[in-house]
């Protein structure tokens, strides 16, 4: 999801254990034994298990235990197990200051700033709770779907709105359609579909550096309308390959090494994934709800799909040619040839295999859900019914099971609160609120003599500009879209023009900064430190293959197999010889 959700600490299980189903499983961590003493181990799995160490397809982030050798010297070669949690215990609570801060925003419009003569008190009073709940989403007081809750719960408490009225949001088809979107994402991870794809691509492509991101650039366009999120597909299929590649060409993550190539490659994946989200309506979760809202405030586009990519396909093919273009001559890469690339995709799908039943399965299921996407209307088949049908078709034939919907907690958090924001803005509307806000702003700018062409102009970029506010994309278009759109109508901006323009700017400004969408996060966290889930970059360059992923109720733990060019004294200054690695949040 475009929301921060998918890539924080609260929802790391979107890439969890379950996805091991093909590894040996085994009952305790006894017998852990030092990665030196691994060099010349036979393998015990098949080299067709081998993918690179950075997958977060393959790791839970959740509930790990810290493993740290004794000292050569130690009468026991046996790794001591601490628990990072109780080392820093995370802090419990609310953040006393950001709580402060929202609700007094909040308190000051109930009872300070005086209330229009056309406003009801009901709908002030649900303005007042509004502000405070986006206040929160910003200042982060609680977790989002804690605070949404909590907004929720006195919107009920104070008779603002009715038990079935607050939560009516919690039936609406988009938001479901958002939360199914998750499941196809875990898909494409679960399966490796998403990455023999991009790795056709590096394999055809990938001779040079501008074609190595350009390369990935058009397989995220072409998974994009089947995977509907741009941080699924960023931190599922895209970072662990540009990470594999990067750091094969000695190009590592928070070091000046980082501008050889791997700095480039993240640069334009990032600005190119908002280009993709904006081509097809299905690419990203926040267009779809785009369109709902806009239906609300009766502005109806008939075949949105179809409309939708007419719409945006001229500029975003022109920026998607462009934009890899544009960041090598602005950001240039050190490195500008990557002749062992398309080698090193070729070994990687030859150890891959031929494509698996479940791909197929994946393949059709995608296929079915995107042709009803597209002619759904025609045949009476609403987006989210094909969206139903899709991930039955998963659970039936065994691609996905349950326990793979349960443990996406971002999916069920997204439902959370998104609905909580939905329905008060969609509350907001039918008290006129509104419509109030709009008729102010448009009598503003009429005031400044504006066309509609200019206020056209001055509303996309405050609304293109606030996102500085926001770190989540979804956050941004349940708190402003109705607002903005209602303003562009009040304005006499064509309908359909300022709602399509507005959905398009909600998939730009993803990339505006570092925290300004969920997939920011992924890239910028990723590339901008020395350690990989644990792992120092010195030591990623050497890893590659999961010997033993080793399960149990309380932690994970994994041993490596390390290429026999591994020096341990490369990692350890002190010269240890054992090594331990944590994979921890």
């Known amino acids: 999801m475009e929301s921060m959700a998918l890539y924080s600490p609260s929802a790391t299980t979107s890439f969890s254990r379950h996805s091991f189903h093909h590894l040996r499983l085994r009952p305790s961590a006894t017998n852990l034994r030092p990665i030196s003493s691994l060099k010349n181990h036979p393998p015990l799995l098949s080299t067709n298990h081998k993918f690179p160490l950075f997958n977060p397809s393959k790791f839970s982030l959740q509930n790990t235990q810290k493993f740290i050798p004794l000292s050569s010297s130690s009468p026991e070669n046996t790794p001591v197990l601490t628990d990072s949690k109780s080392q820093n215990p995370p802090p419990q609570g609310t953040k006393l200051i950001p709580l402060i801060l929202s609700i007094s925003i909040g308190l000051i419009v109930r009872f300070f700033v005086p209330k229009p003569p ?44 009715t038990f079935s009225t607050a939560f009516s949001a919690f039936t609406n088809e988009v938001i479901w359609l958002i939360v199914i979107s998750f499941f196809f994402a875990r898909g494409f991870v679960k399966t490796g579909l998403g990455d023999r794809i991009a790795t056709y691509f590096v394999k055809w492509l990938g001779k040079s550096t501008l074609g190595l991101s350009y390369g990935l650039t058009l397989s995220e366009a072409l998974i994009a309308p089947a995977m509907p999120s741009t941080t699924a597909r960023a931190g599922g299929v895209f970072l662990p390959i540009i990470k594999s590649l990067s750091l094969s060409a000695g190009s590592h993550p928070g070091e000046p090494s980082k501008k050889k190539l791997g700095s480039y490659l993240v640069q334009s994946q990032f600005q190119s994934a908002g280009n993709s989200s904006a081509l097809f309506l299905t690419a990203a979760a926040q267009n779809l709800l785009c369109l709902k809202l806009a239906e609300e405030l009766g502005v109806v586009i008939s075949n949105p799909w179809v409309s939708w990519f007419k719409a945006a396909s001229v500029p975003a093919l022109a920026s998607l040619i462009a934009t890899p273009f544009i960041l090598y001559k602005l950001y240039p890469p050190e490195t500008k040839d990557t002749p062992e690339a398309p080698a090193m995709a070729a070994k990687k799908l030859d150890l891959m295999g031929p494509v698996t039943r479940n791909e197929w399965v994946m393949i059709g299921t995608m296929l079915l859900a995107v042709s009803l996407w597209v002619f759904g209307d025609a045949i009476g088949i609403a987006s989210v019914v094909a969206a139903m049908l899709g991930l039955s078709i998963l659970l039936l034939l ?71 506010l926001f770190a989540s994309q979804t956050g941004h278009v349940g708190a402003l879209y109705s607002a903005f759109l209602a303003m562009n109508l009040a304005s006499g901006v064509p309908g359909v023009l300022a709602a399509l323009a507005l959905a398009y700017n909600t998939n730009l400004f993803g990339a505006l900064t570092h925290y300004s969408s969920g ?21 990623y360059a050497h890893i590659e293959i999961p ?39």
């Open 118 to 161: 056309e406003v009801s008190p009901q709908a002030w009073q649900l303005l007042s709770i509004f502000l405070s709940t986006i206040a929160g989403l910003v200042l982060s007081p609680l977790p989002v779907g804690a605070w949404a809750f909590l907004g929720l719960t006195t919107s009920i408490i104070t008779n603002t709105l």
């Open 398 to 468: 065994g691609v996905l099971d349950w326990d793979d919907c349960l443990s996406e907690k971002s999916a069920w958090d997204t439902l959370a609160w998104f609905a909580v924001l939905v329905g008060m803005a969609g509350q907001l509307t039918n008290l006129g609120i509104v419509s109030w806000m709009s008729s102010c702003v448009a009598k503003s700018l009429q005031s400044l003599s504006l066309s509609w062409p200019a206020a056209f102009v001055v509303l996309q970029a405050a609304y293109f500009l606030i996102h500085y």
């Open 519 to 539: 997939q920011a996060a992924v890239y910028f966290g990723a590339w901008h430190s020395n350690n990989i889930c644990g792992v120092d970059v010195a030591t």
């Open 547 to 585: 010997l033993h992923h080793q399960l149990s109720d309380r932690h994970t733990v994994v041993e490596l197999s390390v290429h026999e060019s591994l020096d341990a004294t490369q990692i350890d200054s002190n010269g240890q010889k054992n090594l331990f690695v944590t994979f921890g949040g």
